[in-house]
T-cell receptor, first 111, second 109 residues
Framework: SAVISQKPSRDICQRGTSLTIQCQVD?????MFWYRQQPGQSLTLIAT?????????ESGFVIDKFPISRPNLTFSTLTVSNLSPEDSSIYLC????????FGPGTRLTVT | EDQVTQSPEALRLQEGESSSLNCSYT??????LFWYRQDPGKGPEFLFT???AGEEKEKERLKATLTKKESFLHITAPKPEDSATYLC??????????FGGGTRVLVKP
């Protein structure tokens, strides 16, 4: 199994600012995924990040709002831009194929 | 569009009272069905992946089964530490998971 860490674990941000979330994995992986979990809801896939190529976004998510970087096989960042209260959620990264593992999540509160 | 529906939304059990959670799905080309446990404030913890109808997997008091249209997570003689939200997800293509809404399980001593 993979060990995944995320930074920050939580943050409170002002409306209109941006937050960058880091995801670090203890082994090299081809694909990394970013999910959003809104309060009281289940998980929704934002995008898939492959090293060396542009991220692939799911319907309803756009690169301008959720830019993703994937500079190497163990690291990725997700930026949530131009924050609004509706962006208050937990953001999670995951890796794996037959067994997909999740990081601990980043709890974002927008005021 | 892939869809996953979990029932019930919430389940209250007495310690030792066995029960089952349901996950029904519609997906074009199922590659795998995943079960996760999620505790408050934490990321989902991987439990099982099932690949084909008839497959079963067990871990401690949990047993997952799969048919062509649904999966069940059986909790046998649950303990309070089994209290959590249990999430079901399907994988169609590209290792992307579609999650159900989850079942919140509370086991009272």
């Amino acid at each position: 199994s993979a060990v995944i860490s995320q930074k920050p674990s939580r943050d409170i941000c002002q409306r209109g600012t941006s937050l960058t979330i880091q995801c670090q994995v203890d082994s090299q992986v081809t694909m990394m995924f970013w999910y959003r979990q809104q309060p009281g809801q289940s998980l929704t896939l934002i995008a898939t990040a492959n090293q060396g190529s542009e991220a692939t976004y799911e319907s309803g998510f756009v690169i301008d709002k959720f830019p993703i970087s994937r500079p190497n096989l163990t690291f990725s960042t997700l930026t949530v831009s131009n924050l609004s209260p509706e962006d208050s959620s937990i953001y999670l990264c995951s890796v794996g194929t037959d067994e997909q593992y999740f990081g601990p999540g980043t709890r974002l509160t927008v005021t | 569009e892939d869809q996953v529906t979990q029932s019930p939304e919430a389940l209250r059990l007495q310690e030792g009272e066995s029960s089952s959670l349901n996950c029904s799905y519609t997906v074009s080309g199922l590659r795998g069905l995943f079960w996760y446990r999620q505790d408050p404030g934490k990321g989902p913890e991987f439990l099982f992946t099932l690949y084909s109808a008839g497959e079963e997997k067990e871990k401690e008091r949990l047993k997952a089964t799969l048919t062509k249209k649904e999966s069940f997570l059986h909790i046998t003689a649950p303990k309070p530490e089994d209290s959590a939200t249990y999430l079901c997800a399907v994988e169609a293509a590209g290792n992307k998971l579609t999650f159900g809404g989850g079942t919140r399980v509370l086991v009272k001593p």
